[in-house]
């Protein structure tokens, strides 16, 4: 099972990261062979890259959790009341279009993609990039690859992205063939025109 998936030495992972023996240096691992190590590691948060490679990302800390919670909370209460679209935590897997398997800490789908998906594929990795994604950065991420991930997002579909680094309290906001623009310890961030009405406050994030 494990055994069986290809081997290499650069495993994305972060440095304090504990990694099971058995998955260090997977590589070229199919969505099958992901979804297998998905249900057999549950305490894990995996990625794959468009490539086959094995992300593997440590559990959060209480600080990171709560910034986590917040932030989904938030979007949740927003898109309750918008009815559009559907809010997801930071657990959810989507297949993006370039064949990654990504988990955004925070993301929104509009209701018409979600409702053409199957019962099936529900209970899945949705096959989409979503609409709306934000990446919280935590203590152990690595700010270039975060920068990468979400231009990922944006070639894949993405039509809004933030990426919240509360360490230099700035918000990277991401939109189609747009420039970045970066948020300077903004009190609030606006998810117009594709998120209308939500505005993110961010003391509690900081």
Known sequence: MINSF???HNLT???DAYIPPELIGVTHMTHEQFEQVC???RKLRLELTSTGELIVMPPTSPLTGMRNSHLTYELEVWARQDLTGVCFGNTTGFILPNNAIREPDASWVRREKWNSLSQQQKDRFAPFCPDFVAE????TDQLPVLLRKMEEYMANGASLGWLIDPSTRRVY??????????????????GEPLLPGFNLQMAELW
């Open 39 to 41: 249900h057999e590691y």
């Open 173 to 190: 906001v991401y939109r189609p063939k747009e420039e970045v623009v970066v948020l300077e310890n903004p009190e609030s961030v606006s």
């Open 6 to 8: 290809p081997m290499a």
């Open 136 to 139: 919280l950065r935590s203590r």
């Open 13 to 15: 992972q972060p440095d």
